[in-house]
């Protein structure tokens, strides 16, 4: 699987951003799908995914309620709805592929669960 994020950029507190990451070399509707980041300096962190089935999506705390995750299986893309975005929003962003959601080790928010990444972009949130 190949991932390829895009979208990311410099936007000040409050602004949104939209964004996507598409999917080519397997069945893109099989693989549950994540957003992870990475500030500077910290380890990277969990943002959002869908469920195993893909009808549930999960957020972390700090984003609920501002980000959104979202998935197009015709485009095999996966989105990331970012509204309100606040200076410690500013990391670069990766886009995740769980190529086996329904293994019993798999989970949703652990970074050892995914096991294809997208190359990462960059949000710069400025206050």
């Known amino acids: 699987v190949q991932l390829q994020a895009s979208g990311g950029g410099l936007v000040q507190a409050g602004g949104s951003l939209r964004l996507s990451c598409a999917a080519s070399?397997?069945?893109?509707?099989?693989?549950?799908m994540g957003w992870f980041r990475q500030a500077p300096g910290k380890e990277r962190e969990f943002v959002a995914a869908?469920?195993?089935?893909?009808?549930?999506?999960y957020y972390s705390d700090s984003v609920k309620g501002r980000f959104t995750i979202s998935r197009d299986n015709a485009k095999n893309t996966v989105y990331l709805q970012m509204h309100s975005l606040k200076p410690e929003d500013t990391a670069v962003y990766y886009c995740?592929?769980?190529?086996?959601?329904?293994?019993?080790?798999?989970?949703?928010?652990?970074?050892?669960?995914?096991?294809?990444w997208g190359q990462g972009t960059q949000v710069t949130v400025s206050s």
């Open positions: 995740a592929a769980d190529s086996q959601p329904f293994a019993i080790t798999s989970s949703t928010t652990l970074e050892s669960s995914y096991d294809y």
């Open positions: 070399g397997r069945t893109f509707s099989r693989l549950r």
């Open positions: 869908f469920s195993k089935s893909g009808g549930t999506t």
